[in-house]
């Protein structure tokens, strides 16, 4: 593993400091408190995805605390607020903190002669963030985020993961849940290629508006340069109409005018067939996923690709390689049924989405039925109701046979869809009865799509139903991080119910063996 050398002197120089000693120390990278490897300089920063929404006032516990935790990973140097201990500090003021944190961290990623690509928007980040890696992955240089990694809270885990042998580093960026988390992330990667994927409703209870959501992703522009490139989904309407300060360009289906144009769509069971018009060029291409919706992501990545100099063969080459996996848009075959496991994240649109997917699903045997397993989408505010009633009203008008139904909010998805009569609905208590009904009440042929948000734990339901263990593929957290008393008090009531719930939902081992702070 080849990095590139980080010492005292550079960090000086990015904080326009005096040498803060004259044996110039060398150090192993850039971390939070709580992700400190050994010989790394660590910021007392609490992982709070508030944080910057006011400046916070930490107790000299709390300091204490991150500083003890950072120390016995191995910290070589910590930057905080406040001399702790006998520590090695180095100390700035509590508002100017985070914004040290960002200007070298953001240094430090510099160091590495990477193109980087931001992805952000309301549905479909994760998976766009992989078809752009694919795309550009062709010779194993590019870097990308996994696991969801797209807060800043978390970033440093990527930025200290690149290796001088990359080329590439793509980053999924998360647009909530409050106003300026684009903006905040963008200053840390500061990219080259932005892709904004969509605007929908996710993070709308903290949010507020779906115009506010517009304006955080945007602020991915932030952290850009002038040559920066927006590369945007021209079948929405609040992108087109959108006002930016960087050069942009549009994929889409729809819309005529779009750079990169998606034609002759062909779908088949489990690969979708499509010509890319660019450039009055049409290229065919192939992607080995289901659903309209992934024709978008791959158009992104193609765009991203072509922008940073890559061949029309190698992108179309390189995005026929990607293959879903784990939870999410994942079409699997157990036990003589299909299941189109989509239930890592849901909001009204990525959910209609699926439902259209499965409906076009052809049945490959007599008997089979189209199937739904749905749960509570959660985050969406005062739009929660009319959210679970809009996804309801699809499934009355559509050819759905079977519907079931798991948790509190999804009771309206339930109530709605069963007053047309021919769909067998069914409201399901608890994740054991899921399971049961996943037993008993599915069949060979049946394809089944099970799509929820990732607090209702869908996936446990099929792990117990079939055997599998798609829980086990990093969907499920080892442990809760213990969040303090003045979190706790910052946060919405709403905010708290869906801790508790993520913990409740959690298997019943993981529960006791993970001690919450006081709810």
């Keep these: 593993m080849l990095k590139h050398p980080f010492d005292e002197r550079f960090l000086c120089n990015i904080l326009d400091l005096p040498p803060l000693s004259?044996?110039?120390?060398?150090?192993?990278?850039?971390?939070?408190?709580?992700?400190?490897?050994?010989?790394?300089?660590?910021?007392?920063?609490?992982?709070?995805?508030?944080?910057?929404?006011?400046?916070?006032?930490?107790?000299?516990?709390?300091?204490?605390?991150?500083?003890?935790?950072a120390i016995e990973k191995g910290a070589k140097l910590l930057v905080t607020t406040k001399q702790i201990r006998d520590y090695p500090c180095l100390l700035t003021d509590a508002e100017n903190l985070l914004n040290v944190y960002v200007r070298l961290i953001s240094a430090y990623k510099g160091l590495y002669d990477v193109a980087t690509v931001g992805v952000t928007g309301s549905r479909g980040k994760t998976t766009t963030t992989e078809f752009?890696?694919?795309?550009?992955?062709?010779?194993?240089?590019?870097?990308?985020?996994?696991?969801?990694?797209?807060?800043?809270?978390?970033?440093?885990?990527?930025?200290?993961?690149?290796?001088?042998?990359?080329?590439?580093?793509?980053?999924?960026?998360?647009?909530?849940?409050?106003?300026?988390?684009?903006?905040?992330?963008?200053?840390?990667?500061?990219?080259?290629?932005?892709?904004?994927?969509?605007?929908?409703?996710?993070?709308?209870?903290?949010?507020?508006?779906v115009g506010t959501i517009l304006d955080s992703c945007l602020g991915i522009q932030d952290g850009m340069s002038e040559d920066g490139l927006l590369v945007l989904n021209g079948d929405d309407e609040l992108l087109t109409d959108a006002e930016t300060r960087l050069q942009k360009v549009y994929f889409g289906i729809n819309n005529k005018k779009a750079d990169y144009r998606a034609e002759n769509i062909r779908m088949s069971a489990n690969t979708i067939e499509f010509c890319i018009s660019h450039n009055n060029k049409s290229i065919p291409a192939k992607i080995n996923f289901i659903g309209e919706h992934n024709v978008y992501n791959a158009l992104a990545a193609f765009a991203a690709g072509k922008h940073l100099g890559?061949?029309?063969?190698?992108?179309?080459?390189?995005?026929?390689?990607?293959?879903?996996?784990?939870?999410?848009?994942?079409?699997?075959?157990?036990?003589?049924?299909?299941?189109?496991?989509?239930?890592?994240?849901?909001?009204?649109?990525?959910?209609?989405?699926?439902?259209?997917?499965?409906?076009?699903?052809?049945?490959?045997?007599?008997?089979?039925?189209?199937?739904?397993?749905?749960?509570?989408?959660?985050?969406?505010?005062?739009?929660?109701?009319?959210?679970?009633?809009?996804?309801?009203?699809?499934?009355?008008?559509?050819?759905?046979?079977m519907l079931v139904c798991y948790g509190k909010h999804s009771l309206a998805i339930f109530e709605t869809a069963r007053q047309n009569k021919s769909i067998e609905a069914i409201f399901a208590e608890n994740l054991d009865?899921?399971?049961?009904?996943?037993?008993?009440?599915?069949?060979?042929?049946?394809?089944?799509?099970?799509?929820?948000?990732?607090?209702?734990?869908?996936?446990?339901?099929?792990?117990?139903?079939?055997?599998?263990?798609?829980?086990?593929?990093?969907?499920?957290?080892?442990?809760?991080?213990?969040?303090?008393?003045?979190?706790?008090?910052?946060?919405?009531?709403?905010?708290?119910?869906?801790?508790?719930?993520?913990?409740?939902?959690?298997?019943?081992k993981t529960r006791l063996t993970s001690a919450p702070g006081q709810m």
């Design 132 to 209: 752009v890696q694919f795309a550009l992955n062709e010779k194993n240089d590019a870097f990308s985020s996994k696991d969801h990694i797209n807060s800043w809270m978390d970033i440093d885990k990527c930025i200290n993961s690149l290796e001088t042998h990359h080329k590439y580093y793509v980053q999924e960026v998360q647009e909530g849940p409050t106003p300026g988390a684009a903006s905040l992330v963008s200053r840390m990667i500061k990219p080259d290629v932005a892709v904004i994927t969509n605007i929908g409703t996710s993070h709308l209870e903290k949010m507020g508006s």
């Design 310 to 401: 890559l061949t029309t063969e190698t992108l179309v080459r390189s995005i026929a390689g990607y293959k879903p996996r784990g939870i999410r848009q994942n079409l699997v075959e157990i036990n003589e049924r299909n299941l189109y496991l989509d239930c890592y994240n849901a909001a009204p649109e990525s959910m209609i989405a699926a439902l259209k997917t499965l409906l076009g699903i052809p049945k490959k045997q007599s008997g089979g039925r189209h199937i739904a397993v749905l749960a509570d989408m959660s985050q969406l505010g005062e739009q929660t109701e009319q959210a679970h009633e809009q996804v309801g009203e699809f499934i009355r008008s559509s050819s759905l046979e």
């Design 22 to 69: 004259t044996e110039n120390e060398q150090f192993s990278g850039i971390f939070l408190a709580e992700h400190a490897i050994r010989d790394c300089v660590a910021f007392t920063l609490f992982r709070n995805e508030y944080y910057w929404s006011a400046t916070p006032i930490y107790s000299e516990t709390q300091l204490t605390k991150l500083a003890d935790v």
């Design 433 to 508: 009865d899921v399971v049961d009904i996943l037993k008993t009440k599915t069949a060979a042929g049946d394809i089944i799509l099970v799509k929820g948000s990732r607090v209702m734990r869908l996936e446990q339901a099929v792990d117990m139903a079939f055997g599998t263990a798609f829980a086990e593929n990093k969907t499920t957290p080892e442990k809760i991080r213990i969040y303090s008393k003045d979190e706790l008090a910052v946060m919405t009531a709403s905010e708290r119910e869906r801790i508790r719930d993520t913990i409740m939902h959690l298997p019943l």
